[in-house]
């Protein structure tokens, strides 16, 4: 069955099934290094069919600086989708600090291609070299999620995100901790924190799933258009070094 998401946070925590974490919960959770070297290997489905596979994996680099790439191949029947992501940044007292990030996809109809640069000297966010928004604590498409990840393990549950996404638009993001699932994975059987995932003036609409047993990492990531599923990405393999 399809799953269609209510138009905000709050509406959205009170018509799942699933109980809001509680803070006796979050309070016991592990420690952890949120920025951890870690690789991550998904499998694609939609409505349950495999479709193809994703990669998560983050790098420390020289000088405090950070590498998050996304890679992902699907296809159905003659159409095919791939995508790349990659996101640069600096971390200062454990606050993320975005340099630039890229955005490619190729496959079936037009390839698409987007870098943007956080200028933080100047004060302004250029997208394909054009100086398009004022630089004002936004993230991009990528490292929204991993400062969840860092703020899941303080225990926080409520959480607003200002994004430029993968198309140069500035978006604003309100999510809500749901609760703690059990999923089968084909990594295996985790128990992970449900976030609900909602975008302003938009028809998507994401659950994610991340496992304090595993440094708060992503282990599903379901998203929805206009109430039907437009893919269900679920880990497959994982691991992970002292950065």
Do not use: C
Not at 34 to 57: C, D, M, Q, T, V
Not at 121 to 135: A, C, M, Q, T
């Amino acid at each position: 069955m399809a799953l269609s998401l209510p138009l905000n946070a709050t509406e959205l925590v009170a018509g799942s099934d699933t109980p809001v974490v509680k803070n006796e919960v979050v309070d016991n959770l592990p420690k952890v290094d949120p920025f951890a070297n870690f690789a991550a290997e998904f499998k694609a489905y939609r409505y349950g069919k495999e479709l193809g596979k994703a990669n998560i994996s983050l790098s420390k680099l020289d000088n405090n600086q950070y590498r998050l790439d996304y890679s992902s191949s699907v296809s159905i029947f003659f159409l095919s989708d791939k995508r790349k992501e990659t996101s640069y940044f600096t971390v200062e007292e454990n606050k993320i600090i975005p340099k630039s990030y890229v955005f490619k996809r190729t496959g079936t109809g037009s390839d698409k291609h987007m870098r943007i640069e956080f200028d933080h000297e100047k004060g302004k966010i250029l997208v394909n070299d054009r100086p398009s928004f004022p630089l004002e604590d936004q993230l991009d498409n990528q490292l929204y999620r991993l400062d969840l990840q860092a703020k899941l393990a303080l225990g926080e549950t409520q959480f607003d995100y200002r994004v430029i996404n993968d198309r140069g638009q500035y978006r604003e993001y309100q999510m809500q901790v749901l609760g703690i699932e059990t999923l089968s994975l084909p990594f295996g059987e985790v128990q992970a924190i449900k976030v609900g995932i909602v975008r302003e003036n938009s028809s998507r609409n994401t659950f994610a799933w991340f496992s304090p047993a595993l440094n708060f990492q992503l282990v599903r990531l379901q998203q929805f258009k206009d109430g039907d599923e437009q893919g269900d990405i679920k880990l497959s393999q994982y691991s992970a070094t002292r950065s």
